[in-house]
């Protein structure tokens, strides 16, 4: 495996579990709600 192969998936893995672990506190109903 290429070392550049390996930090692209890397980063995209690092990416992907960021915004699935991101808290639910961004959500537009308390912005509605206000």
Excluded: D
Excluded at 2 to 16: E, P, S
Excluded at 18 to 31: G, S
């Amino acid at each position: 495996i290429n070392l550049a192969a390996a930090g692209l998936v890397a980063i995209a893995l690092l990416l992907t579990w960021r915004l699935k672990k991101r808290p639910p506190e961004h959500v537009p109903e308390a912005a509605s709600s206000s």
